[in-house]
C-alpha cells in the first residue's frame, strides 16, 4: 500500500480464495442458516439463500468500505488491486459515493 506503510499490517494487496476463506465462508453461512433456518440444515436452497444473503451485504456495504478507504489516503489503484478489478471500473463505480459519504457520527 503506498498510503499506509505500517508494518503490522499485513494482508495481500489482492483477493485471495484459499481454506481459511472457504472456512469463514462455510461458518457464516451456517450461521445464517441456524440463525433464520434451523431445521432447514443441509439443505441447498437454504445454502443458496444464505449465500445470496451475504453477497447482497457486502454489494450494500462495499461502497462505504471504498469511501473509507479513499478517506485514508488509499489511492483508487489500491482499492482496486485490493478488490481485485481494473483502477477504471473501481473509480467509475465508487467516485461518486467516495465524494459524498458522511460517515456515521460516534457519540461518545
Known amino acids: 500500500m503506498t498510503a499506509m506503510a505500517d508494518p503490522r499490517r499485513r494482508y495481500p ?7 481459511e476463506t472457504d472456512t469463514v465462508l462455510d461458518v457464516a453461512v451456517n450461521d445464517l442458516i441456524t440463525l433464520r433456518s434451523p431445521m432447514w440444515h443441509g439443505d441447498a436452497g437454504a445454502v443458496l439463500h444464505a449465500l445470496a444473503s451475504l453477497s447482497a451485504q457486502i454489494t450494500r456495504t462495499l461502497p462505504d468500505a471504498v469511501a473509507d478507504a479513499r478517506s485514508q489516503d488509499y489511492t483508487w489503484a489500491d482499492i482496486a488491486d485490493l478488490l481485485g478489478q ?19 457520527i460516534e457519540l461518545d
Open 13 to 19: 494487496n489482492q483477493p485471495v480464495t484459499n481454506e
Open 86 to 104: 481494473p483502477k477504471r471500473t473501481i473509480k467509475r463505480g465508487y467516485a461518486a459515493h467516495a465524494r459524498t459519504r458522511r460517515p456515521p
